[in-house]
């Protein structure tokens, strides 16, 4: 039997159990809210991961989420390129909550959800194009080359769908929380 490419919420939840879910968002992000039993495999962490991956997606199927569905759809890019079957979610946790589906919360998580990594690269992005700018005004003229910087980053990372910002600011510490390894059995824990 052929794996999809990918799963709406509904067929999802159908499937909860017989798939191993992984979320692929950063800790502080997890820890906002997750499908329920999904295991916590930041993007940048992906690659270390991959045997427990392969061995979950033997096992049953592989479900990989994130907020939206760009960064999973990624992240299946790249297991697929290294022979993991892998499934996306359409929509990621934000079309999962808005079927109206629980997400879980660890013990102890902020009541306050942070925010999703796409709206902190957008406000990073625009603080910085308007730096520019303004520094480009007051200063001197070539300040304004950092606002066709970003520019340029950011059509970089429309055209090879990836985020450099998004890879370093996953690397502040508000934005690392502790994620949990997962083990050669596919499941969490050290």
């Known amino acids: 039997m052929n794996t999809p490419l990918s ?3 509904d067929q999802a939840r159908a499937r909860l159990g017989e798939l191993t ?3 692929v968002r950063t800790p502080v992000e997890y820890a906002g809210g997750h499908l ?5 495999v930041p993007l940048d962490r992906l ?3 991959v045997p427990a991956l392969q061995e979950a997606a033997a096992r049953g199927g592989l479900l990989v989420v994130c907020q939206s569905g760009s960064r999973s759809a990624s992240a299946c890019g790249r297991l697929r390129a290294r022979g993991v079957a892998a499934m ?3 929509g990621g946790t934000s079309g999962w909550a808005a079927r109206g589906y629980e997400l879980d919360r660890p013990a102890g998580a902020p009541a306050r959800a942070p925010w999703a990594m796409d709206r902190q690269v957008r406000l990073v992005a625009g603080s910085l194009v308007l730096l520019g700018l303004l520094l480009g005004v007051l200063v001197h003229p070539a300040l304004q080359l950092l606002s066709a910087a970003v520019a340029g980053g950011l059509v970089f990372s429309a055209v090879t769908d990836t ?4 890879v370093l600011l996953g690397k502040l510490p508000y934005n690392r929380g502790g994620a949990v390894p997962v ?3 596919g499941r969490q824990g050290a």
């Open 7 to 9: 799963l709406d919420a």
């Open 21 to 23: 879910v992984v979320d």
């Open 36 to 40: 329920p039993g999904a295991l916590n």
């Open 47 to 49: 690659d270390q991961a």
């Open 88 to 90: 996306d979610l359409v």
């Open 163 to 166: 985020c450099g910002m998004a």
């Open 183 to 185: 083990r050669e059995d």
